[in-house]
């Protein structure tokens, strides 16, 4: 069975600092990973995602997540937070075509921006 | 946008009624999903879809049946609405010409009373 886990349901930044959303994941098959963004009252929106290759995954508004699979971890990051980062997070693992690619998603993770 | 249409976007219900949520996409995918959003459980599969009267159940799948008669229509029926069921239900497709990406639509927001 697979699981994600999202360490921290809020996090908070001030403008300028480093975005840090941290997620563990278990897996018995190659996972995929993925980072979705939810604005309120909206649907999800793909950030990024993993399946093979590069473990340094780049995606949409600067943000990046690396694949670490002795951590069995994909923590997304930005360098810089903007006002606008401000969302709920969530991390999913798929495993892959097996199982009609359902995704499992982690609780969420909520960024709070400061000015 | 992946092309998916959700309605009713609101409802309030009482407890005990049958509701309909539909998914309408129109770009032929053949997979389709079902989500169920509650605060601390971030998203949870109700039931999926892999093709015209091919489904299956997901993880909290009780209270809940579906139906797909046409590839571009998923049905989710709560049979008899209950307090439990008050929640965001997401629809969502997988893209095969992403790389089977899942896209998700915009969400209904249903409150049972």
């Known amino acids: 069975a697979q699981s994600v886990t999202q360490l921290g349901s809020h996090v908070s930044v001030s403008e300028g600092a480093l975005v840090l959303l941290r997620c563990n994941y278990s897996s018995s098959v190659p996972p995929y990973l993925f980072w979705y963004v939810q604005y309120p009252n909206q649907g999800l929106q793909l950030l990024l995602k993993?399946?093979?290759?590069?473990?340094l995954v780049k995606g949409i508004n600067g943000f990046e997540a690396e694949f670490k699979k002795s951590e069995t971890s994909f923590h997304l990051t930005k360098p810089s937070a903007h006002m606008s980062d401000a969302a709920e997070y969530f991390c999913?693992?798929?495993?892959?075509?097996?199982?009609?690619?359902?995704?499992?998603f982690g609780q969420g993770t909520e960024l709070s921006v400061k000015p | 946008d992946a092309g998916i249409t959700q309605s009713p976007r609101h409802k309030v219900t009482e407890t005990g009624t049958p509701v309909t949520l539909r998914c309408h996409q129109t770009e032929n995918h053949r997979y389709m999903y079902w989500y169920r959003q509650d605060p601390g459980h971030g998203l949870r599969l109700i039931h999926y879809s892999y093709g015209v009267k091919d489904t299956d159940k997901g993880e909290v799948s009780d209270g809940y049946s579906v139906s797909r008669s046409k590839t571009e229509d998923f049905l989710l029926t709560l049979e008899s609405a209950t307090s439990s069921q008050t929640s965001v239900y997401f629809c969502a497709i997988r893209d095969r010409g992403s790389g089977n990406t899942i896209y998700f639509g915009e969400g209904s927001w249903l409150t049972v009373v």
């Open positions: 999913a693992v798929s495993d892959q075509d097996n199982q009609g690619g359902k995704l499992i």
């Open positions: 993993y399946t093979t290759g590069a473990t």
